[in-house]
Nanobody
C-alpha cells in the first residue's frame, strides 16, 4: 500500500494550490481518503475526507468554502483544491486511507477527522503561505 502526496509549495496569501494523493496497492472503492494537516507545534487535524465509492465528502468547518476534495478513480488519485490560501493554512499536509468497506457509513460521517481510524498514511507535502 502506498499513498504519495504532492503539490505543496510556497504561495502568497490569496493564492491557490491543488494537492494530489496518488494511491496504490489497495482496492480504491473500499477506502475513504482523508486529508490532514499539521502545523509546527500543533496536533494533526483533519481538513477533508472523501468516500471513494460514492464520492461523499466531509470538511472541517474551518475550511468549508475554500477547500474542495475530489477523486479520479481512473487515476486512483484524490485531490484537494485549496483556494484563498491564508497564512494559517501553513502546514504539512498528509493524505491517509481508511478502509470503510462493509462498515456503517455513519462511522465515517462521525469520525472521519480522527487520526486513529486511518490505516495508511502518505509522507506529507509542505504548504507555506506568505502574508
Amino acid at each position: 500500500v502506498q499513498l504519495q502526496a504532492s503539490g505543496g509549495g510556497l504561495v502568497q496569501a490569496g493564492g491557490s494550490l491543488r494537492l494530489s494523493c496518488a494511491a496504490s496497492g489497495f482496492t480504491f472503492d473500499d477506502y475513504a481518503i482523508g486529508w490532514f494537516r499539521q502545523a509546527p507545534g500543533k496536533e494533526r487535524e483533519g481538513v477533508s475526507c472523501i468516500r471513494n465509492k460514492d464520492g461523499t465528502t466531509y470538511y472541517a468547518d474551518s475550511v468549508k468554502g475554500r477547500f474542495t476534495i475530489s477523486s479520479d478513480k481512473a487515476k486512483r488519485t484524490v485531490y484537494l483544491q485549496i483556494n484563498d490560501l491564508k497564512p494559517e493554512d501553513t502546514a504539512v499536509y498528509y493524505c491517509a486511507a481508511d478502509k470503510v468497506f462493509r462498515r456503517p457509513p455513519i462511522l465515517l460521517a462521525r469520525f472521519w477527522a480522527s487520526v486513529g481510524r486511518y490505516d495508511y498514511w502518505g509522507q506529507g507535502t509542505q504548504v507555506t503561505v506568505s502574508s
